[in-house]
């Protein structure tokens, strides 16, 4: 099972690096998020022991009972998915960083429930397909709220995530990618001083490649790491 795993993630990284080198950057500049919410705490263990130290959840009670399972290997949890308000007490004290910052009022249950000294990183989700069935931002909704968001001082807005259209292939997800990164470049320009826009979380199995090369520093990756792995759950 490991030498699959392993196989799996040696290709993952050297994806990466390929698609950072032809952005003009190198492996090291894009954070690869395992997400592991197909397996089991097992073969989580075992991706922690590949060296895949960035962990990625989408519901809140796999993330807590996995954190607990595997708090010795402290892994660094990121929060991918839609994340209920009255979830958010016992799930925001166990994250290294929340993606899936998708309204103000969610942003300030994250604030209001952090309780360490060192802001926690929080990205804004933006809806950037307009799919209705998507959690996040507007593109149009984010410029207006910037001041607000950044008076929540627990939080440190590091950075955009989004995901691709489901319909349009790989044309498509390009075209989303580059507009999620068009989004941040012109959000920087009148940004207030509190949130910095360097981070931009975009990519899945099926597309890190070209999230990558339209300038990606954060890939969520999941079904391709466990492709032929046992543990799913
Ligand atoms: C499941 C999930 C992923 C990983 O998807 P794969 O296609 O399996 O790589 C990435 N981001 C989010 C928000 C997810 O829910």
């Not at 981070?199 to 990558?212: C, N, R, T, V």
Request: charge should be negative; include cysteine; hydrophobic fraction near 40%.
């Amino acid at each position: 099972m490991h030498t699959q795993l392993r196989e799996n993630l040696d290709r993952v990284r050297e994806t990466i690096a390929e698609a950072a080198k032809a952005s003009g950057r190198v492996a090291d500049d894009v954070c690869l998020i395992g997400v592991t919410k197909y397996v089991d705490t097992e073969t989580t263990a075992a991706l922690l022991e590949l060296g895949c130290r960035d962990l990625g959840e989408s519901r809140p009670q796999q993330l807590w009972s996995k954190s607990e399972a595997l708090a010795d290997q402290s892994p660094r949890w990121h929060m991918i998915g839609h994340l209920q308000r009255n979830k958010a007490k016992r799930t925001i004290p166990l994250l290294s960083v929340l993606h899936s910052g998708d309204s103000l009022r969610l942003l300030q249950a994250a604030h209001d429930e952090w309780p360490h000294s060192q802001p926690l990183r929080a990205l804004i989700e933006v809806n950037i397909s307009g799919d209705a069935a998507k959690h996040g931002f507007t593109p149009t909704e984010i410029a207006p709220a910037l001041r607000q968001i950044a008076a929540l001082s627990h939080l440190k807005i590091v950075g955009l995530m989004g995901m691709a259209s489901r319909e349009g292939g790989r044309d498509q997800a390009q075209h989303d990618f580059a507009a999620l990164r068009e989004l941040r470049d012109k959000l920087r320009v009148d940004c207030p001083d509190e949130i910095t826009l360097d981070e931009l979380s975009m990519g899945m199995s099926h597309d890190f490649d070209l999230a990558i090369r339209e300038g990606a520093t954060m890939v969520r990756v999941g079904s391709t790491l466990f492709e032929g792995v046992d543990g799913g759950r």
